[in-house]
């Protein structure tokens, strides 16, 4: 654990779990990756966050550092306030050892699966879940890609219709007006109550991650889904796409892949 070196892309409501969680488990060296600060609706799901802190003002990596900090000091830190598609977040996931993805992006999310690929980067991968329609269901889940066969595309876990939109377009995006899939209107200005299913959602991908780097287990879990309204988590045992692009084709390309393209079209996300 001490060895590893992880970036985290999201330090929000599943990416501050994560943080606190790698570094009580002592990671070595921890690379925190968002462009944002912290907002009013925030404070109900921001493990970190304290009431003290200026909105606007505060940016989300300071929040991530100081609880790194906070749990252990020998933790290197490493602070990207820049958007995933910045030449620095690039650099710093293609020099580190694992990617935790915890973004609300579809445009994102393909981003990374690409990126973690060409260049062989474990990459976990969450995201929470809320439909409001009767009965209401919520929850989560993690994808992981671990060693190029399984990824959110194969799996059928990514929107590429959407995260298509997102890297066009992203002022049309519905994660604009959508937060874990409530309507910003219903929400005003509270955050959505998840932070017990961020915090389950986390746990999970932590802990299959802590199970594989140590050796524990040597085949990944690729697919865990949180079903909050039943009560339980499923294991979803399908083969993946024999012939995925994303994670058999791209997987080792490195440069070759041609993943900066993203930088050089200045994406705004």
Same mark, same amino acid.
């Given at each position: 654990?001490?060895?590893?070196? !992880?970036? !985290?892309?999201?330090?929000?409501?599943?990416?501050?779990?994560?943080?606190?969680?790698?570094?009580?488990?002592?990671?070595?060296?921890?690379?925190?990756?968002?462009?944002?600060?912290?907002?009013?609706?925030?404070?109900?799901?921001?493990?970190?966050?304290?009431?003290?802190?200026?909105? &606007?003002?505060?940016?989300?990596?300071?929040?991530?550092?100081?609880?790194?900090?906070? *749990?252990?000091?020998?933790?290197?830190?490493?602070?990207?306030?820049?958007?995933? !598609?910045?030449?620095?977040?690039?650099?710093?996931?293609?020099?580190?050892?694992?990617?935790?993805?915890?973004?609300?992006?579809?445009?994102?999310?393909?981003?990374?699966?690409?990126? #973690?690929?060409?260049?062989?980067?474990?990459?976990?991968?969450?995201?929470?879940?809320?439909?409001?329609?009767?009965?209401?269901?919520?929850?989560?889940?993690?994808?992981?890609?671990?060693?190029?066969?399984?990824?959110?595309? #194969?799996?059928?876990?990514?929107? *590429?219709?959407?995260?298509?939109?997102?890297?066009?377009?992203?002022?049309?995006?519905?994660?604009?007006?959508?937060?874990?899939?409530?309507?910003?209107?219903?929400?005003?200005?509270?955050?959505?109550?998840? !932070?017990?299913?961020?915090?389950?959602?986390?746990?999970?991908?932590?802990?299959?991650?802590?199970?594989?780097?140590?050796?524990?287990?040597?085949? &990944?879990?690729?697919?865990?889904?949180?079903?909050?309204?039943?009560?339980?988590?499923?294991?979803?045992?399908?083969?993946?796409?024999?012939? #995925?692009?994303? #994670?058999?084709?791209?997987?080792?390309?490195?440069?070759?892949?041609?993943?900066?393209?993203?930088?050089?079209?200045?994406?705004?996300?």
């Amino acid at each position: 654990m001490a060895a590893a070196k !992880v970036a !985290v892309v999201g330090v929000g409501g599943l990416g501050t779990h994560v943080v606190q969680q790698l570094a009580l488990l002592g990671i070595g060296r921890l690379a925190l990756i968002d462009p944002e600060e912290l907002d009013y609706t925030n404070f109900n799901r921001y493990i970190g966050a304290s009431y003290d802190d200026p909105v &606007p003002g505060t940016l989300k990596v300071n929040i991530g550092e100081r609880l790194v900090k906070q *749990i252990n000091p020998q933790i290197q830190v490493t602070k990207i306030p820049k958007s995933l !598609v910045s030449r620095e977040a690039f650099d710093v996931i293609i020099a580190y050892d694992y990617v935790f993805g915890c973004v609300d992006r579809e445009g994102l999310r393909l981003i990374l699966t690409e990126l #973690c690929a060409a260049y062989s980067k474990p990459y976990l991968d969450l995201a929470s879940d809320i439909i409001l329609e009767p009965p209401p269901q919520y929850g989560g889940r993690v994808c992981i890609a671990w060693d190029g066969h399984g990824c959110l595309i #194969c799996y059928g876990e990514l929107d *590429i219709a959407e995260a298509q939109i997102d890297l066009m377009n992203p002022e049309v995006s519905r994660d604009r007006e959508n937060i874990y899939g409530i309507p910003r209107e219903v929400l005003d200005k509270a955050g959505p109550s998840v !932070v017990s299913i961020n915090g389950v959602v986390a746990s999970l991908s932590v802990t299959e991650f802590m199970l594989l780097v140590t050796g524990v287990r040597n085949e &990944p879990r690729k697919l865990l889904k949180y079903r909050a309204h039943r009560g339980g988590v499923s294991i979803v045992t399908q083969e993946p796409t024999p012939d #995925c692009y994303y #994670c058999t084709a791209l997987w080792g390309m490195a440069d070759t892949a041609d993943v900066h393209r993203y930088l050089r079209a200045e994406i705004k996300l």
